[in-house]
């Protein structure tokens, strides 16, 4: 597996091999002792499959308490993540990375707890997946509005479609620091 760090600590881009042939491909998508190898240690206690369509855009959201570090692949189109550092006492505070993730780059994304996460859907359609390290939980549940000018998030995509509740989040300056994950190191 290559294994690809990012701008923000702890964030990677993982690419598993793939073994493929005229009949399809083969791919293993977790393996405890791989994983832990590479430094992702946690133990995951949920895993979550979304379907959307072109132009959706979900998040972008967080859990404080109850911070879920996720590691999300898509298996069949193609979209772009973005993870949030919204640690508070953070050196990479407010900063973000995303990369496209499809079914056919195969890349997985790691998301550790304390940071925010969304994506937007490029293809007409998408099956996206998560494994979580905490449950969802709705009274923990957070979310910063998906084009916070503070953040800057370039989204390849014009008018996004949301949920009722992703249009209404505040920026992130909004929102008290107590109500965010603080950095630990």
């Known amino acids: 597996m290559n294994v690809i760090e990012t701008k923000l ?3 990677l881009i993982m690419e598993p091999k793939v073994f493929g042939d005229t009949r399809g491909f083969f791919q293993e998508t977790w393996s405890k002792p791989k994983y ?7 133990e995951f206690v949920q895993d979550n499959l979304s379907y959307s369509t072109r132009g959706v855009l979900r998040g972008l959201h967080y859990q ?12 069949q189109g193609v979209v772009f993540d973005v993870a949030v550092d919204i640690r508070v006492g953070s050196p990479t505070f407010g900063r973000w990375v995303g990369v496209e993730l499809s079914g056919e780059n195969h890349r997985q994304f790691w ?5 925010a996460h969304g994506f937007c859907v490029l293809s ?3 099956y996206f997946t998560y494994k979580c390290t905490d449950v969802y939980t709705p009274a923990a549940e957070g979310g910063i509005i998906w084009n916070d000018p503070d953040i800057g998030i370039q989204w390849p995509i014009d ?3 949301l949920s009722d509740k992703d249009q209404v989040y505040p920026r992130m300056k909004d929102i008290a620091a107590d109500k965010l994950p603080v950095y630990r190191r």
């Open 64 to 75: 404080n308490p109850h911070s879920q570090g996720k590691l999300v692949s898509v298996v």
């Open 124 to 126: 007409d359609t998408v």
């Open 9 to 11: 600590n702890g964030v």
């Open 111 to 115: 998301i550790p707890s304390g940071f």
């Open 159 to 161: 008018g996004a479609v």
């Open 36 to 42: 832990e190898a590479i430094g992702i240690k946690e």
